[in-house]
């Protein structure tokens, strides 16, 4: 549990002794290369998340289709498995791991480490190109621990993955980068078929034409579900909605971004934000209004709570920017900071103190731990 609340504190230090805005943040200058201190921070994000060992609640699950995958080929783990990208990093996986049917096997031969750790750098550039392109991107990142990085980025292995992809397209779409979107979207969707839920999204970054966008959005969509998706996201729906799953607190996670969405939709004229970041971010804030509703009328809140997970970073981009909203814009605005600071750390001892889930993360063990011996 320790290790958690030093994380947070670790990244509020850094949010509150970096206040104001950076200059070359707001001239939007658009790169993916991480600066000396964020990759610093990341290279800790992936060891902090890839090399854990037994935290999250399906940690037993892929040790359980790592062993599985070792008795097939590729294309055999495609037909069955789907996600390309995914299953070539998983096959690989499997010859650090032999078939005994025991975590021990698993972690001796390093198979369930290369897994986690090629999902989490995946996870983890992904959301710290998103913050460094935030205005505040250390109080963006202390808005993502609390859930996205702790509960996210440690209980949700491939989906993390595929959401790094889903924030480096949430990047290139700010700056007007429509192909890279489409492309670092489907390049997800590889890893986990869900991140196509934010493919039709493009559209609202798209200033001419929006009709024929649409329409050739929609059927390049239909041919690439109809190829690579079809039958895998047919098993998802089949296992979701027929059997009429319900996931825990589903609620209070669509509401932590409902609220967000609600708060730009209101106040989108006060963001100081170019015309595509203006329309694409109506757009998911709207979505994520769509998914809040849809939690009350859906026969399944889990679909709804999965796909949910792409619109977090909205999270991120709403609340590094609240306080040129609420404050003067370009100041250190330090009560607002503060604020968001608090509401953060409330969310974390929320959701270690009372989820039902949270005991499955707690201690925080690490491989380092056991290679050391000290665990």
């Given at each position: ?21 950076h200059?070359?943040i ?24 890839g ?12 040790i ?47 198979g369930?480490?290369?897994?986690n ?19 505040r991107p ?84 239909l ?45 989108r ?42 619109l ?11 306080p ?23 969310i974390l ?26 665990s």
């Amino acid at each position: 549990m320790a290790v958690y609340f030093l994380l947070f504190f670790v990244v509020a230090i850094l949010a509150i002794s970096n206040m104001r805005p950076h200059e070359n943040i707001l001239n939007k200058n658009f790169n993916l290369l991480l600066s000396p201190s964020s990759f610093l921070f990341f290279i800790c994000l992936v060891i902090f998340i890839g090399l854990r060992h037994e935290i999250g609640g399906d940690w037993g699950n892929y040790i359980y289709q790592l062993q599985k995958a070792s008795m097939m080929n590729f294309s055999q783990s495609i037909v069955f498995g789907g996600d390309p990208l995914y299953q070539a990093i998983k096959i690989y996986a499997t010859t650090f791991t032999c078939e005994i049917d025991t975590s021990e096997c698993a972690l001796n031969e390093g198979g369930l480490q290369f897994l986690n750790t090629i999902c989490a750098i995946f996870f983890c550039y992904g959301l710290m190109v998103f913050c460094k392109h935030q205005p505040r991107p250390w109080l963006a990142l202390c808005v993502a621990v609390p859930y996205l990085v702790i509960v996210v980025g440690i209980g949700y292995t491939r989906q993390s993955a595929a959401l790094g992809f889903v924030m480096l397209a949430l990047t290139a779409i700010s700056h007007g980068r429509l192909y890279q979107y489409c492309i670092w979207i489907i390049v997800g969707a590889t890893i986990h078929k869900t991140a196509l839920i934010m493919l039709p999204l493009v559209i609202f970054g798209v200033k001419r034409n929006r009709v024929l966008i649409l329409i050739a959005g929609t059927i390049f969509g239909l041919l690439l579900y109809n190829f690579l998706f079809f039958e895998a996201i047919s098993i998802l729906a089949q296992n979701y909605f027929a059997t009429e799953y319900d996931a825990a607190g589903a609620f209070i996670r669509l509401l932590m971004t409902g609220i967000p969405a609600t708060i730009f939709l209101i106040m989108r004229n006060s963001f100081i934000l170019n015309k595509i970041e203006k329309s694409f971010w109506t757009g998911v804030s709207i979505l994520a209004l769509i998914f809040l509703l849809l939690y009350f009328i859906s026969p399944s809140s889990t679909p709804i709570d999965r796909l949910g997970l792409y619109l977090i970073p909205l999270q991120l981009f709403l609340f590094s920017r609240l306080p040129d909203v609420f404050g003067n814009y370009g100041e250190r605005n330090p009560i607002i900071n503060y604020l968001i600071v608090i509401y953060s750390l409330l969310i974390l001892i929320t959701w270690i103190f009372f989820s039902s889930n949270s005991r499955n993360w707690i201690p925080y063990k690490s491989f380092i731990g056991i290679w050391l011996g000290i665990s």
